[in-house]
């Protein structure tokens, strides 16, 4: 389980969060939503070890995150799948999997069979180029090689963004039997709101940099949390 408790993080002078609580729990999505620019995107970041933060604590399983970096967030269990998707555009696609070793053990360094049934466009396409991809293609690369590092948590940053609806209905389906399995926590930031409502175990909606919402979907109303997240 990942628990965030209190988190506050500023960009320089700029606060951008304000006192975040957020649990994930495995075998659940957690949906943080609201709209651009409230700092859903900089919360991801805290908890990869990507920004620092000024106060509060990250804690995984029991063992607190401190201010830990990309490389130590990962080796704890953490994986996370930016906005934008960040894949190496002139490396193949089974080398950009392989670039998620980079955190594991030498025995442990193998694409898993899994992650061709997970997404198998990725070994029809396996030796051509991130950057001869569709949009969709990459996006589920990227989901694919945080897979790789075998994670605890799994933080996915607007993975609809500028994908065409066969992709998105496909990644979707991704996450729901990654859920089902019960092995990871997802934490899903999203803006299409059909999309993560109908995913989503668990809503935190953040407005102005704070927590303005945190139930769990039988909890929640659904006009009162869409109109939370696009007000």
Same mark, same amino acid.
């Given at each position: 389980?990942?628990?965030?408790?209190?988190?506050?993080?500023?960009?320089?002078?700029?606060? +951008?969060l304000?006192?975040?609580?957020? !649990?994930?729990? @495995?075998?659940?999505?957690?949906?943080?939503?609201? !709209?651009?620019?409230?700092?859903? !995107?900089?919360?991801?970041?805290?908890?990869?070890?990507?920004h620092? *933060?000024?106060?509060?604590?990250?804690?995984?399983?029991?063992?607190?995150?401190?201010h830990?970096s990309?490389?130590?967030?990962?080796?704890?269990?953490?994986? *996370?799948?930016?906005?934008?998707?960040?894949? =190496?555009?002139?490396?193949?696609?089974? &080398?950009n999997?392989?670039?998620?070793?980079?955190?594991?053990?030498?025995?442990?360094?193998?694409?898993?069979?899994?992650?061709? &049934?997970? =997404?198998?466009?990725?070994?029809?396409m396996?030796?051509?180029?991130?950057?001869?991809?569709?949009?969709?293609?990459?996006?589920?690369?990227?989901?694919?090689? @945080?897979l +790789?590092?075998?994670?605890?948590?799994?933080?996915?940053?607007?993975?609809? &963004?500028?994908?065409?609806?066969?992709?998105?209905?496909?990644?979707?389906?991704?996450?729901?039997?990654?859920?089902?399995?019960?092995?990871?926590?997802?934490?899903?930031?999203?803006?299409?709101?059909?999309?993560?409502?109908?995913?989503?175990?668990? =809503?935190?909606?953040?407005?102005?940099?704070?927590?303005?919402m945190?139930?769990?979907?039988?909890?929640?109303?659904?006009?009162?949390?869409?109109?939370?997240? !696009?007000?």
């Open positions: 389980m990942l628990e965030v408790r209190g988190l506050t993080l500023k960009y320089g002078q700029s606060q +951008i304000y006192d975040v609580d957020l !649990t994930a729990e @495995a075998g659940r999505v957690t949906a943080v939503m609201g !709209t651009n620019g409230v700092g859903k !995107t900089s919360l991801l970041k805290a908890i990869s070890g990507r620092p *933060y000024d106060r509060g604590t990250i804690t995984l399983n029991g063992r607190e995150l401190v830990a990309a490389h130590a967030a990962a080796k704890a269990g953490v994986a *996370y799948v930016p906005q934008g998707r960040e894949i =190496f555009p002139l490396l193949s696609v089974t &080398e999997l392989e670039s998620g070793f980079a955190c594991l053990g030498r025995a442990e360094r193998g694409v898993p069979e899994r992650i061709y &049934e997970l =997404f198998p466009v990725l070994k029809e396996a030796g051509r180029r991130g950057g001869d991809l569709s949009g969709g293609q990459q996006q589920q690369l990227a989901i694919a090689r @945080a +790789i590092t075998r994670p605890k948590v799994l933080l996915l940053d607007e993975p609809t &963004e500028g994908i065409q609806p066969n992709i998105i209905k496909q990644i979707g389906h991704v996450i729901a039997q990654l859920r089902d399995e019960g092995e990871m926590a997802v934490v899903l930031v999203e803006q299409f709101f059909d999309f993560a409502y109908e995913l989503a175990d668990h =809503f935190v909606a953040i407005r102005r940099g704070a927590v303005e945190n139930e769990p979907r039988a909890e929640v109303d659904r006009e009162r949390l869409l109109a939370c997240v !696009t007000i």
